[in-house]
């Protein structure tokens, strides 16, 4: 097994900054995709970025792309997400998740088999 331990979350004012990190143990090796996903209430997790685990390739949801980076460390099984410009519609619970196989689509919550318990980023305006 694998478990995701996220941190970073917290208040932030709109066009601020912040950046989350996503600590991977146990079972780490062979992780094929990580990314972090967003939730807020009475909504459904959204694709916010994921990584390649090895090759490093990245792909973003249109509504963060050039305000967000997603990158990793894999000698400290790490994975980061760093937040610029913050809207307030960037408000949720940040999950990371992780597969250890090749999955179709890459922006489906569905496919991932690992989640972290997540963390609250909250963008006032």
């Known amino acids: 097994q694998m478990q995701l331990v996220e941190s970073g979350g917290g208040l932030v004012q709109a066009g601020g900054s912040l950046r989350l990190s996503c600590a991977a143990s146990g079972r780490t090796s062979g992780i094929y995709v990580m990314g972090w996903f967003r939730q807020d209430p009475g909504n459904e997790r959204k694709f916010v970025a994921v990584?390649?685990?090895?090759?490093?390739?990245?792909y973003y949801a249109d509504s963060v792309k050039g305000r967000f980076t997603i990158s990793r460390d894999n000698a400290n099984n790490t994975l980061f997400l760093q937040m610029n410009s913050l809207k307030p519609a960037d408000t949720a619970v940040y999950y990371c998740?992780?597969?250890?196989?090749?999955?179709?689509?890459?922006?489906?919550?569905?496919?991932?088999?690992?989640w972290g318990q997540g963390t609250q980023v909250t963008v006032s305006s």
């Open positions: 990584i390649a685990w090895n090759g490093g390739t990245t």
């Open positions: 998740a992780a597969v250890r196989r090749p999955i179709p689509v890459i922006r489906a919550p569905a496919q991932y088999d690992y």
